[in-house]
């Protein structure tokens, strides 16, 4: 039931995305692997970590767009889920180290040695485990989400107050994981990875599989999203972001319907952010920093907001961009970015997908002509 | 206190509210039937849209009973639950889900469960794309069903609004303004679909257009400065000296 309730929410071009996602999944590695390093076709293995980066990034910007572009919540600090789910993911691997670090302790965490920490905090117990510390990817930012969402949205705190909330949410955290009695090793975070799931992080076959990992969950991410987004629930969310009072007199309960969406957000930056860590090999405090997540809302406002095509195309293309402008003038990047928001929300209101859809399809169709053609198409095919 | 109100659909008794010490309603007592429809008269800051507020329990008043059915304290309730033991509320701005189409507008208010959840899993059954093929043809609005609802005229907007109200299935429906920014026709009709609804449901119209108010021909009740004026017929309420000093100034 739920497999068909997943697989029949997708239209034309949501079968097109995870078509290529799964292309990718298996295309990308293949090249690196399997095609000589001489072919025009090889993938060497730093742009391979690159891409899966830019994947990773593409399912934060589809958890923010979730949540701004369908319900108008505009989180200014998802980073913060994100980077927390990061830091389960690196707590796993920091205890995958295991006597390998510089003091060779068998239990602690190089960090904690230096400390002189003599046993390991309560929170670290259990991450020695996979399978616990993958829950925990997905729990902690889920719990806190629920937290923060419950006493936010039962309260009636929305637009500019509630995106300086989750702004501050993130600073607090910012400043608490720069502290070293935290236990997450401070400023420096966590990082000398060795092993994931017993196989060597460094390792070209598990750089793949990392990158596998990203595509198909990015992948599945959109399936999920998209499934919600046009289930009645999805209808609710946009008559709220539209007509939040008019929702209420019709008797939906808005805190309930945001909570859930919020609370789903959030779990999916967390995901993200734990496929992030093992790619780029550390975690720290600067993942929470504000600016990183106001990044996330540029890249979805640049893709197309309140479409799930648009957080992916915004959040590979402006990331491109990125590495390529702070190669060539790193100074000048942050003045191209901020240009970027400026143009985009004065002349692009709906993103580089709204751009595309005037120029090709002539006007911006209303949803239930896309979806009819798209399944008319779908049958043809 | 519930003895009063037994056997009315909606009770008002005494109630006040003020907002930073300016009293937008002042002891106002009100008690509609089942069945009836009501037209209020006022001035502007007559009270008129506080008084919807508080029924609606998007206002707690400071005292007073307000009372629907009987014995059930709206004072305590939020909007959610209000709307859903059968009170709709049509605001005096047309506000309909813009993104949306006409006829998922219609789908967003019919009577259903409301959960999260239950929204998540839901699929439209036959007896509910029935009921919205009526609305939409009682509100004249069938052949326009795909159309984005941004796309709709004023008028369009304010039957879209009100099919919307209908799709609830509310015992008791809440008017503000229906006909404001109408043109002399859209005027007519809707008085002619607002009488057709107040056949089998209670209504309260907030109105300042008083030839329509003489269309719909129902009890009047004036409200000034927060209490009650005058209440009756509109040739009764008309000819009072307090109404016309009110509305003529002084």
């Not at chain 1, 690196?32 to 391979?48: C, G």
Request: with cysteine; proline share 4%.
């Amino acid at each position: 039931m739920i497999t068909s309730f997943l697989i029949d929410s997708l239209d034309r071009r949501g079968r097109v995305v995870v078509a290529l996602l799964v292309a990718l999944a298996l295309l990308v590695p293949a090249g690196n692997l399997l095609v000589p390093q001489e072919s025009a076709f090889h993938v060497s293995t730093y742009q391979l970590t690159l891409c899966g980066k830019y994947l990773t990034y593409a399912l934060l910007a589809l958890s923010v767009d979730l949540v701004w572009g369908y319900c108008g919540i505009l989180s200014l600090g998802h980073g913060a889920f994100f980077a927390l789910g990061g830091y389960a993911m690196g707590m796993y691997l920091m205890r995958q180290i295991g006597s390998r670090g510089v003091y060779a302790d068998p239990v602690l965490p190089d960090f904690m040695v230096f400390l002189n920490w003599k046993e390991l905090p309560w929170f670290w117990q259990g991450f020695d485990m996979a399978w616990y510390a993958f829950l925990m990817v997905a729990l902690v930012p889920g719990v806190l989400a629920f937290l923060f969402g419950w006493l936010s949205f039962r309260s009636r705190v929305t637009g500019v107050y509630l995106s300086i909330i989750t702004q501050a949410l993130t600073y607090a955290l910012l400043l608490a994981f720069f502290r070293n009695d935290m236990g997450f090793g401070g400023n420096n975070g966590l990082t000398d990875f060795k092993d994931i799931l017993g196989f060597p992080i460094q390792e070209p076959g598990t750089r793949a599989a990392l990158f596998s990992a990203s595509a198909l969950m990015l992948a599945l991410g959109f399936v999920i999203a998209s499934a919600v987004v046009r289930s009645k629930l999805g209808k609710v969310l946009i008559a709220i972001r539209d007509a939040e009072s008019r929702t209420r007199f019709i008797g939906y309960r808005v805190e309930r319907y945001k909570l859930f969406v919020w609370t789903l957000s959030a779990v999916m930056a967390g995901v993200a952010g734990a496929l992030y860590v093992p790619q780029v090999g550390i975690i720290n405090p600067s993942e929470f920093d504000p600016a990183a997540s106001i990044e996330a809302v540029i890249w979805v406002a640049v893709g197309g907001r309140g479409t799930l095509v648009g957080p992916l195309i915004g959040a590979v293309a402006v990331n491109f961009g990125k590495t390529w402008f702070t190669g060539v003038l790193p100074e000048v990047w942050l003045y191209a970015l901020g240009a970027l928001f400026v143009v985009v929300t004065l002349f692009l209101p709906r993103g580089i997908v709204g751009l595309w859809e005037t120029m090709v399809v002539g006007r911006p169709k209303p949803a239930k002509e896309i979806d009819e053609a798209g399944e008319k198409a779908g049958e043809a095919a | 206190m519930t003895g009063k109100a037994e056997g009315s659909l909606l009770y008002l008794d005494d109630v006040s509210v003020s907002f930073d010490g300016f009293r937008a309603i002042n002891r106002l007592s009100l008690v509609l039937e089942p069945g009836e429809m009501r037209a209020i008269i006022g001035p502007n800051g007559a009270g008129k849209t506080t008084m919807m507020d508080i029924i609606t329990g998007k206002t707690r008043p400071d005292t007073g009973d307000v009372l629907f059915d009987g014995s059930v304290d709206l004072t305590r309730l939020d909007e959610a639950t209000i709307a859903n033991l059968g009170i709709g509320r049509k605001f005096q701005k047309p506000t309909v889900f813009e993104s949306h189409t006409v006829e998922d507008n219609i789908a967003l208010a019919l009577k259903g469960r409301r959960g999260a959840f239950a929204s998540l899993f839901h699929r439209r059954s036959v007896a509910e794309q029935g009921r919205i093929d009526a609305l939409l043809s009682t509100i004249r609005l069938s052949d326009k069903r795909d159309l984005l609802a941004a796309r709709l005229s004023h008028g369009q907007k304010q039957w879209l609004e009100i099919g919307m109200l209908l799709a609830q299935e509310p015992r008791l429906l809440l008017v503000d303004e229906p006909a404001a920014g109408m043109t002399d026709a859209e005027t007519a009709e809707t008085a002619i679909l607002l009488k057709e609804i107040a056949k089998t449901q209670s209504v309260v119209v907030v109105e300042h257009d008083m030839t329509f108010v003489r269309a719909l021909g129902v009890k009047v009740t004036v409200l000034h400065e927060g209490s009650v004026l005058a209440e009756g017929s509109l040739d009764a309420v008309s000819a009072n000296p307090k109404v016309i000093e009110v509305y003529l100034g002084r």
